[in-house]
């Protein structure tokens, strides 16, 4: 059998701009009622820009051009808020304090097995995913 070339894989979908996605959701209020519209179908309903067109009822080169302005827009809002920056730098802060608070746990529990019940109480109430899956339990 042979072996497979690189046109006979057939490619991924490029995936729209995950940038933009996270920006939309914090400056999508400020862009004007149309550029929201088909801000919204392209990146949150995952049309195309010819689906959209359809759909608005304008050419696909006014869709193309109205997410150009829209982007425009947004990296502008972003290099002078930094608010998606500035919420991914404190996610990460607060990540990485979580990680470090639930292995101090998990040390002290194996260095105090007599408090290994309060320790798994405290561990259950820093792991979020913990504390959903023991509400779903109930």
Not at 39 to 52: A, R
Not at 69 to 86: G, I, N, P, V
């Amino acid at each position: 059998m042979p072996f497979a070339t690189i046109k006979d894989v057939p490619m991924p979908k490029p995936r729209k701009d995950l940038k933009y996605l996270q920006l939309f959701d914090a400056y999508g209020p400020l862009l004007t009622e149309t550029q929201r519209d088909i801000c919204n179908l392209y990146y949150m309903c995952d049309l195309s820009l010819l689906e959209i067109a359809e759909e608005k009822g304008i050419s696909k080169q006014a869709v193309s051009d109205a997410l150009k302005k829209s982007r425009e827009l947004m990296d502008s809002y972003e290099e002078k808020l930094h608010f998606c920056a500035s919420t991914a730098e404190y996610s990460l802060a607060v990540s990485d304090m979580m990680t470090r608070v639930t292995r101090a746990v998990e040390e002290f529990a194996e260095a105090h097995p007599e408090f290994s019940q309060e320790m798994t109480a405290i561990a259950d109430m820093v792991c979020v995913g913990e504390v959903i899956s023991s509400d779903e339990e109930d």
